[in-house]
């Protein structure tokens, strides 16, 4: 047993190898951040300074949220709580869950963030938030079921 979350005893420390696959999860979740940034620079061009004074706290909120869950995948896996029991033989798999839960929630959240930040302008703004929390419970049912058949 390694000590890794509310389960565990005591144990050593485990490294995960980057894939492009966390790459492109994080670019996917960066384009949002981005997206909502350029909308906010562009209105604020259009209409005057008033709208940047407005929506810039969402803007920060977006790029906030998407460093904190970005730099999931560099947390140390201490510092997670899994939902099951971590033995020396499903370490891996289970912190590879974790982190990928992470970053699919990065994606949703921001996805629900520039939903809530187009809402005035365009109609169908509320559809990219109904995408965030659609994928959010599928990622996260997703999880629960993958990590208790790998416990």
């Not at 709208?51 to 803007?59: L, W």
């Not at 370490?91 to 996805?111: H, K, T």
Request: overall charge positive; hydrophobic content about 50%; charged content about 10%.
């Amino acid at each position: 047993m390694i000590n890794l979350g509310f389960y565990t005893g005591s144990g050593s420390n485990v490294r995960y190898q980057r894939t492009g696959f966390d790459y492109l999860l994080t670019g996917v979740a960066f384009l949002p951040v981005l997206a909502g940034w350029i909308y906010i620079l562009y209105q604020t061009r259009q209409i005057g300074g008033l709208f940047f004074q407005e929506h810039a706290m969402s803007g920060m909120v977006m790029l906030l949220l998407f460093l904190v869950l970005g730099c999931s995948m560099f947390v140390p896996v201490r510092y997670y709580h899994f939902a099951f029991r971590i033995t020396e033989k499903n370490i891996g798999r289970q912190y590879v869950l974790a982190i990928r839960l992470c970053q699919f929630w990065n994606v949703a959240i921001s996805c629900m963030n520039l939903g809530k930040l187009l809402g005035k302008s365009c109609a169908g703004a509320i559809y990219l938030s109904v995408f965030g929390v659609v994928l959010m419970a599928c990622t996260f049912v997703a999880y629960f079921v993958l990590a208790y058949k790998m416990r």
